[in-house]
């Protein structure tokens, strides 16, 4: 029996590398598997980050867009207060100076002096002197 020994030991061991090695086989089987799952899982997280990257983008040239035409708005709005403002101060010119004519109109007063320029119509004394002289058969008339 002794020869018989040496050959059962080299084929425990034969068998326990070969159980050894079928563990490990099904360790690097498993272990690709779940780097597969974590690879497919990275790549979704990878797209949806692209994803959000690009609607972050669009977020912000919109929000661009609403603060240029917020500021747009915002100067028209300021142009238009000065405007108004403008118009009433001339309004209230004109009233008071309504006010201030009629009060010396009722005083027979000359009215005030209102900027505007009246350019009175110049006369000619030469055309005041020419009559009117009828005209005769075959006169022409030069006016």
Excluded at 94 to 120: C, G, H, L, T
């Amino acid at each position: 029996m002794a020869p018989s020994a040496p050959r059962t030991r080299a084929t425990a061991a034969l068998r326990m590398k070969q159980i050894a090695l079928n563990n490990q086989s099904r360790t690097i089987r498993r272990l690709r598997a779940q780097l597969a799952t974590e690879i497919r899982g990275l790549a979704k997280m990878k797209k949806e980050l692209e994803d959000t990257q690009v609607a972050l983008e669009a977020s912000h040239k919109v929000i661009a867009g609403l603060t240029e035409i917020g500021l747009s708005m915002s100067k028209k709005i300021e142009k238009m207060k000065v405007k108004k403002q403008q118009a009433k101060e001339s309004q209230r010119r004109r009233i008071a100076y309504s006010k201030q004519s009629m009060v010396q109109e009722a005083n027979d007063a000359p009215a005030p002096f209102d900027d505007e320029w009246e350019e009175e119509p110049k006369e000619n004394p030469d055309e005041e002197e020419i009559e009117d002289i009828p005209l005769g058969k075959g006169e022409i008339d030069d006016e």
